[in-house]
């Protein structure tokens, strides 16, 4: 029987990202459910959802009537819908909290009242960042760490708890209800597409306005960065393989590189020929982070396949082309 499945969040970078690869390789009925907040649907977009005929449902998640539009019964959801990022963070904080909250309890209590097989349910390393700056916990970093928030007043450290109460309501929703659960932790995705709010398309806009000196914030943290399409591979591994339920996986890679690398290489593809000053970076900011993927590789299968510089070569690419065309389209 095909399946049917839906992407809540599915207008989004990692979302559209996981329906374009379920769309080219399965034969399933796919929906997307979104409000659009990242923008109007593109051409990219409608020429992907034209293609392979993928139902769209527009409206606001956080509104319990908007669940009306959607089926009642789905084999497998995809729960990406969330207010993401630093700035978001730190200049909406309450925001962060009522929307991202409303999100995931407005889900669960949807399922309650239907037919659901398996939810997948995206959190953050931002949940442990705590745990490594308070109680210095190993690096590469494995999904069994004590979840942490150093600080619980700071803006920046809202996003974690919402992803915290939503690893522990859909683990635990899960287990009273009878459907089945799966958790995806994402470390530092990126790749086209992913909006302007990330580190590499704010290098890419900082290059082409040809900062002079360059400043290098956070020069010596480090990051693991994994290319969009690993990251896809890794959510549909642990969304459709067997014996997942009730797991915790880790997405990203270990190839853990400083800033210092990473802006550098960002300089030398832009064909950078001024001088880099050191800079302090953000408050709340993890010095390091790096993820072990034993677990993943091993029950799942996972392993990512594009290298940093070369995952940096195609986004660069592409933030450049878009910033001189405007627009893209899916063929
Ligand atoms: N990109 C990363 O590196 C990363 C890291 C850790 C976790 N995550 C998580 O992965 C998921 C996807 O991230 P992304 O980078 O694609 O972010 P994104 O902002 O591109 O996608 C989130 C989507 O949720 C939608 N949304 C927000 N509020 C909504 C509402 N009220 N109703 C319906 N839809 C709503 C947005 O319109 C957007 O399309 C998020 O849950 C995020 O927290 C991402």
Known sequence: MRKNVLVLGGAGF???????????????????????????QDDYFTGLVNKYHIKVIEGDFTDTATFKLLASRYDQVYMLASVVGVDNANSIPHEIIRINTALIYNTLEWIRHSQIGKVLFTSTSECYAGTIEAFGYITPTPEEVPLCIQDIGHPRFTYAVTKMLGESGFLNYARVLGFETTIVRYHNVYGP???????????????????????????????????????????????????????????????????????????????????????????????????????????????????????????????????????????
């Open 14 to 40: 990692i979302g559209l990202n996981i329906t374009q690869y379920l769309a080219e390789n399965r034969d399933y009925d796919l929906t997307i459910a979104d409000n659009f907040a990242r923008g109007k």
């Open 193 to 331: 597409r992913m909006g302007f709010k990330h580190v590499i398309p704010h290098l890419v806009i900082r290059f082409r306005k040809k900062e002079e000196p360059f400043k290098v914030y956070g020069h010596d943290q480090t990051r693991a960065f994994c290319y969009i399409t690993d990251a896809v591979e890794g959510t549909v591994l642990a969304m459709e393989k067997p014996n997942t339920n009730g797991e915790i996986y880790h997405i990203g890679t270990q190839q853990e590189i400083s800033i210092d690398e990473l802006i550098r290489y960002t300089g030398k593809l832009m064909d950078f020929t001024g001088t880099f000053e050191n800079a302090p970076t953000y408050p709340g900011s993890v010095s390091r982070r790096c993820p072990d993927i034993t677990k993943a590789k091993k029950q799942l299968g996972y392993l990512p396949k594009v290298s940093w510089k070369e995952g940096l070569k195609e986004t660069i690419e592409w933030y450049n082309q878009y910033l001189e065309s405007g627009k893209l389209v899916y063929e």
